[in-house]
């Protein structure tokens, strides 16, 4: 299996292994992913892996992708509370502390890819759930990821290998 490597840009363009197309990102910007702060609405600036897929079994067809892949539940959720002990890590609803759902209404979580920001070692405020997933509809920022159409998050996948990883580039 060989590294891929698709880019994002401040400039709303997402491109890589032949592929170009817009993109949106954070609706705080992009910054240099040290001074990434919990709630700040900016996207990461680095390479980051693209760990895993998950997916809305009842909305999608499983995705063909080399990347693994996890279908999604009504109780999944993701943690931001920067002071719990599963900061930026998946967790079961309900869930005390403060999280983000995964299984929206919206159709933006209908495909997302985890991506490896701040996980070895995990840094308490540093951010959390910065994804790789689908635009929202009316095409406004997101809170800190990198979202695209639902066809072009499928081509990406078709392309992605276990190795592929995300750049936010400032440019």
Not at 11 to 31: E, H, K, N, P, Q
Not at 123 to 145: E, K, P
Request: glycine content about 8%; some cysteine; charged content about 25%.
């Amino acid at each position: 299996m060989t590294e891929k490597t698709f880019t994002a840009t401040s400039s709303g363009r997402f491109s890589g292994d032949g592929l170009d197309f817009a993109c949106t990102i954070g609706r705080g910007g992009m910054v240099p992913a040290a001074q990434k702060r919990e709630g700040d609405g900016a996207s990461p600036i680095g390479v980051w892996r693209m760990k895993r897929v998950f997916y809305r079994a009842d909305r999608l067809d499983r995705p063909k992708t080399e990347l693994p892949v996890v279908p999604l539940k009504p109780i999944d959720g993701w943690c931001d509370a920067a002071d719990h002990p599963l900061y930026n890590r998946p967790v079961t609803l309900p869930f005390a502390a403060s999280h983000e759902q995964l299984w929206r209404e919206d159709h933006a979580y209908d495909l997302i890819v985890e991506l490896a920001h701040n996980d070895a070692p995990v840094v308490a405020g540093l951010g959390s759930a910065i994804f790789f997933h689908l635009a929202h509809d009316d095409g406004r920022a997101t809170a800190g990821c990198v979202a695209v159409s639902l066809e072009n998050m499928l081509e990406v996948l078709g392309r992605a290998t276990a190795q592929s990883t995300l750049e936010i580039v400032d440019k």
